[in-house]
């Protein structure tokens, strides 16, 4: 396989990418010239526990001898015992299982326009979301998703949807009315840049939605599963929310997705109400089971606030030896920004060559988002790396 492979035969809705990836392990990848790599992207946080962890593979190679896949008409063991086991880190409630954070968010939407039809919400029907946010690529995640980059060329979008900036609580007090069935936030915009919600910001807005009986719903797909240094990244807080979406890092690379919906509105589900073929599967919910068994095991969510001040703090010293390049850090656990005051496009190559890999974001972010487990050494070296292409960058274009 060559580029030329790739442009001829998939769709062109990626640009070209740098690299072919063969395989991985803990956090470390090779490319098909066996190169080695840091993989600080975990697949855009989605394996958090790090490539192939023994304890996963054994846990998939075995479920793929017992059962992969069966229709959710009859009840998946693995699937009820996953349910009880998020329930128990989320709160009193139920789950849904399904296959992308996309779609998790799509249960949410789907979730606020059943609710309107009960005698609580009586009608209402406006969805309000954070300017800035990411939600997914179907075209109901899309409606909730304000920037014109994602949206461009697919509208029209659902009707029902309006936006305000995050962490301005009196925008959100003028916009949140008697029409507003629901809010629907991410508690660190992920895809946005990493942007976190202030604590207060979601304990007002908590506080809004009750006084004006809306409905309170968290994005959780980036954010969750350890990688801020708590299981959900809004439980910081101390806020209780109505519904909860889940994805990327629960199945440690297996695709599944989720949403939780807290006791009081469980009801509004009803058999043939909404529905999947693959979500939940035996395959998926035993990936998933052995996320949550490594994340406990090996303590990965005090190992991600651990992590994330080692990794913080180093990029944090490099904001102040490269004032001229660099904005700051953000973010919080192992779901950290470098932000620079250009695009980083170049910076990130070169760190790819020097053997790293990273993500960027909007508004010239990079994201660090490595494995939970990540050891001490990988972070030395991944500074150490990020450190020489920031110098190289500066040597090229500000001397
Ligand atoms: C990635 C992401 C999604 C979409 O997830 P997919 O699995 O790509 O559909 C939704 N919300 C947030 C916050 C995300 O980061």
Redesign the pocket.
């Known amino acids: 396989m060559d580029s030329t492979d790739h442009k001829k035969f998939l769709i062109g809705n990626y640009a070209s990418p740098a690299l072919e990836i063969i395989r991985g392990e803990g956090a470390r990848l090779w490319d098909s010239q066996e190169k080695e790599f840091l993989d600080f992207t975990s697949g ?2 989605v394996t958090n526990i790090g490539h192939c962890h023994p304890h996963w593979t054994e846990k998939i190679s075995k479920q793929a001898e017992m059962i992969v896949h069966c229709s959710n008409l009859f009840s998946i063991p693995e699937q009820v015992r996953l349910a009880q086991r998020l329930v128990s880190e989320i709160g009193a409630g139920k789950m849904l299982f399904c ?7 799509e249960g949410l939407i789907k979730f606020a326009r059943l609710a309107s039809e009960t005698p609580d919400f009586q009608g209402k029907n406006k969805i309000l979301a954070a300017e800035n ?6 075209m109901g ?1 899309l409606s909730a998703t304000a920037s014109p980059k994602y949206r461009k060329g697919f509208e029209p979008l659902l009707d029902g949807f309006e936006f305000a900036p995050l962490n301005d609580l009196e925008a959100w007090d003028r916009k949140l009315d008697d029409q507003t069935i629901a809010v629907l936030i ?1 508690s660190i ?3 946005g840049g990493i942007h976190e919600a202030k604590d207060d910001f979601l304990q007002g807005l908590e506080k809004l939605c009750r006084e004006k009986n809306a409905l309170l719903m968290i ?5 969750g599963i350890g990688r801020t240094g708590d299981f959900l990244a809004f439980q910081q807080s101390g806020i209780s929310p109505d519904a909860v ?1 889940l ?2 890092g629960l199945g440690g690379g297996f ?1 599944i ?1 989720a949403f939780w919906i807290s006791e009081q509105w469980t009801g509004v589900f009803k058999p043939g109400s909404h529905g999947t073929t693959f979500g939940g599967s035996p395959l998926a919910c035993a990936a998933a089971h052995a996320v949550l068994d490594v994340i406990e095991n090996e303590g990965l969510i005090a190992a991600a606030r651990e992590k994330g001040h080692v990794l913080g703090t180093g990029l944090s010293r490099l904001v102040q030896s490269f004032p001229e390049i660099l904005e700051g850090v953000r973010g919080r656990g192992l779901m950290l920004a470098l932000a620079l005051k250009e695009d980083p496009s170049e910076v990130i190559g070169s760190m790819r060559e020097n053997g790293l890999l990273v993500v960027a974001a909007a508004g010239n972010v990079i994201r660090f988002l490595p494995p939970l487990n990540v050891d001490d050494d990988a972070i030395e070296k991944a500074l150490k790396i990020t450190e020489d292409a920031l110098v190289s960058f500066q040597t090229k274009h500000k001397e």
């Open positions: 855009i946080a296959n992308s954070g996309a779609e998790a968010n946010a990411f939600h997914g690529r179907t995640a991410e915009q992920g895809e994005d959780e797909v980036q954010s979406a994805a990327k695709p997705g």
